[in-house]
């Protein structure tokens, strides 16, 4: 089978397996638990210290300002529904897991919230989140929260986040971005995007799922999120998953090792667009000509539904994404489309398909060559009988 759905899962890379495998070996006998005060233990705080470092580096924050979590859905979650603020911003490009905790607060709390439209292209503008501040402090918000990723899962854009966050911290505003997309696909300095949290996940990058981190720099005091025997400076309580931890900072170390290689992903992606293109003239690529992720391509082709477009990719051996799908298992309609102003035809029709760190030109031929045939069997008697 041919996998290119990374935006929604990458393969385990084999670091993250060897380092994982190693630690289980090596823990059978003497447990993994970094609070105990024994040689094992101490062991074990070593091994976790050493992965914060290592996850910590590939997104250019401090080791200590970060906090392992579950994923990026939980560090999400933690600072869109805990951030002391009060009003919220986020794009309406947003993943689930920043939009569902936000709308929640609002209504639950009160608290005013904008959701900020993406342009055609799917880009987020400085000046458009300015608006959105300056919407929020008519409306009463003297601290606010700015949420606005790195880069998204559907399209792959890629956001002006440091511009965005300068605006945002000259209006007294906090910034948080997810950059689970963007890690590991892009250089990513903490530093350099000037914003107070940033969210990431293992299993985006090549490591396991169920693991991820929230870092906290800059001005954003939260809460802990769970309380118990004050793991992860008290932030979060809770035996540490190690294994995870562990098979997470081998990927990240990889990943940053490889992201010359990602960026040299481009050039199989525009080969495919290429190959989409010649075949259905009508098809849309969506924010091409935006600063894009070098492994996504998003397209649709008026009157193709998604759903039916997978169902042949799978078929075919091949398997891709669409919008919204790592989320619910089922095809709706793409909100972030939706956001981009995208007809409304098009929104439930978009296939994803994200190359990583082990695609090879021959997948990403077999996958074109699956396309084609199954736009020539669905796109009727009109479609160009190519050979
Ligand atoms: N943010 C973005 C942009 C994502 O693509 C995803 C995964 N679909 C998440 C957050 C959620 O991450 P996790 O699976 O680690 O909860």
């Known amino acids: 089978r041919v996998y290119l759905d990374y ?3 990458a393969p385990l890379r084999p670091e993250a397996a060897r380092a994982m495998t190693a630690l289980f070996e090596a823990a059978a006998g003497a ?5 105990s005060v024994h040689a094992d233990g101490r062991a074990a705080r070593k091994r976790l210290e050493d992965a914060r470092a290592g996850v910590a580096a590939l997104v250019g924050a401090k080791p200590a300002d970060l906090v392992f979590v579950s994923g990026a859905t939980e560090a999400n979650n933690w600072v869109l529904a805990r951030a ?3 009003g919220l911003a986020v794009s309406a490009i947003e993943h689930d897991s920043v939009l569902a905790p936000a709308r929640a607060r609002a209504a639950a709390e009160g608290l005013p919230l904008v959701e900020i439209a993406a342009d055609g292209d799917g880009v987020v503008t400085p000046a458009a989140v300015a608006a959105a501040l300056d919407d929020l402090a008519a409306r009463g918000a003297r601290r606010p929260l700015v949420s ?19 605006e945002a911290r000259a209006r007294g505003a906090l910034v948080h971005t997810d950059a689970v997309q963007a890690a590991g696909k892009t250089p ?7 914003v107070d949290a940033l969210s990431v996940s293992a299993h985006k990058i090549g490591g396991p799922p169920g693991v991820g981190a929230l870092v906290l720099c800059g001005g954003l005091a939260l809460d802990p999120l769970i309380a118990g025997g004050g793991q992860e400076r008290r932030y979060r309580s809770g035996t540490e998953n190690l294994p995870g931890i562990v098979g997470f900072a081998a990927a990240a170390e990889a990943a940053a090792a490889g992201l010359d290689a990602m960026a040299g992903l481009g050039a199989l992606r525009d080969r495919l667009e290429a190959a989409v293109v010649a075949t259905a003239p009508e098809a849309v690529v969506f924010a091409r000509k935006a600063e894009r992720l070098a492994n996504t391509s ?27 799908a790592c989320s619910s298992g089922k095809v709706s309609p793409s ?11 098009l929104c439930d029709g978009a296939l994803r398909i994200s ?11 077999r996958a074109a060559a699956a396309w084609g045939a199954l736009y020539r069997r669905l796109a009727g008697s009109s479609a160009p009988a190519a050979g």
């Open 355 to 365: 190359l990583g760190w082990a695609t090879t030109e021959a997948e990403v031929d």
């Open 84 to 86: 002391p603020v009060d």
């Open 188 to 194: 990513l300095d903490m530093a350099a995007l000037g």
């Open 335 to 345: 909100h972030v489309l939706a956001a981009m102003g995208a007809d409304a035809d």
């Open 148 to 166: 606005v990723m790195v880069a998204n899962n559907e399209v792959g854009t890629i956001q002006p986040v440091a511009e965005i966050a300068a």
């Open 31 to 35: 447990g993994t638990n970094p609070s």
């Open 7 to 9: 935006n929604a899962t």
């Open 298 to 324: 998003a397209f649709a082709v008026p009157g193709l539904k998604a759903e039916t477009q997978m169902m042949h990719m799978d078929l075919a051996g091949v398997s891709v994404g669409s919008g919204s």
